[in-house]
């Protein structure tokens, strides 16, 4: 695989764009380096710990075999509500406390284990084009071949697969609709938190566009859209605004209704990647937002009329 650098993923290291972006596990990144002509930059051998710069030719060179890529994700049969799939990508609706894929106390309740029993009968390979906090639900997209995983990640870089959430906000965005454009860091001392900073703060572009659909003077229900895809990106520029996330113990406070923040992907659109046909794809609103937004905008709220809003 050959993958010219953009500045999305210039500035982070090799490791990090294997894991963060791409889903290889510790044991897919072992079996990588120890590839002859494994790793190569602008054609020329270089580790893991490489630094991407923008323009850089990354090219990738591994034997394409399903039957020992994964071996770390075992089949469970979990219930999973797939949304959309053919031999190319799947969709999914990811349920709350579900995480992603299989770490140090998630080993067989993740995304990949439901999906590796779903497709149990043929040899899986879990391609992740996009990730969910675990508190998140929503939809998220896999990429079923390694051809389809490339052209997805191309059409993410391209910024044309557009993913759209709803949140439930502990305020009122002074401005209906709009968008909110800052820079963002990690957080010193942290590896999860991340914080907004000035321009030479050392943080990078973050930009989400947005519009209130519910509003009861004190709280709000919103349809956010990610131009940029910064990891807490809608979490941290919300709180930003003075209006976090309804229970996000992160950056804001807890809340008495629902035990997660208060934020679902519920609309994923992009180009098929292989028929180039456009996909519009939907998720259902969890019960644990509709009680939540029951509660706050009363009758003006349905889960139905989300849809038709947006």
């Known amino acids: 695989m050959t993958v010219e650098v953009t500045s999305d993923i210039a500035g982070i290291t090799i490791r990090e764009y294997l894991r963060g972006r791409l889903g290889y596990s510790s044991a897919m990144l072992k079996k990588l380096k120890f590839t002859e002509g494994g790793i ?27 039957d020992d890529v994964s071996p770390y994700i075992i089949p469970y049969d979990l219930p999973i509500d797939v949304v959309y799939e053919d031999s190319h990508i799947t969709a999914v609706n990811k349920p709350p406390y579900m995480p992603a894929h299989p770490s140090f106390g998630h080993r067989d309740d993740t995304v990949a284990n439901a999906l590796a029993f779903r497709y149990k009968d043929s040899p899986y390979v879990f391609r992740p084009v996009n990730r969910l906090d675990r508190d998140t639900s929503g939809i998220m997209l896999t990429a079923n071949t390694r051809l389809a995983s490339y052209k997805m990640y191309r059409l993410m870089t391209e910024g044309r697969i557009r993913k759209s959430y709803i949140a439930v906000l502990d305020g009122v965005p002074e401005v209906p609709f709009g968008e909110i454009r800052s820079f963002m860091r990690r957080k010193d001392g942290s590896v999860v938190e991340r914080e907004e900073c000035d321009e030479d703060g050392g943080g990078k572009i973050a930009v989400t566009e947005y519009k209130t659909l519910f509003s009861n003077g004190k709280r709000s229900l919103v349809l956010a859209s990610p ?4 990891t807490h990106q809608l979490r941290v520029q919300f709180a930003g605004i003075g209006c976090p996330i309804t229970g996000d113990t992160m950056y804001g406070s807890e809340s008495d209704i629902i035990k997660r923040q208060a934020l679902h992907a519920i609309k994923t659109e992009f180009p098929h990647p292989e028929s180039g046909d456009p996909l519009v794809l939907y998720a259902t ?26």
Do not use: C
């Open 285 to 310: 609103v969890p019960e644990d937002i509709r009680k939540t937004a029951e509660e706050y905008f009363g009758d003006d709220f349905s889960a139905e009329k989300i849809i038709d809003m947006i």
């Open 40 to 66: 190569t930059v602008n054609g020329n051998f270089v580790t893991v710990r490489h630094v991407l710069t923008e323009g850089e030719v990354l090219s990738l060179m591994s034997e394409d075999r399903d």
């Open 227 to 230: 131009i940029t895809g910064r």
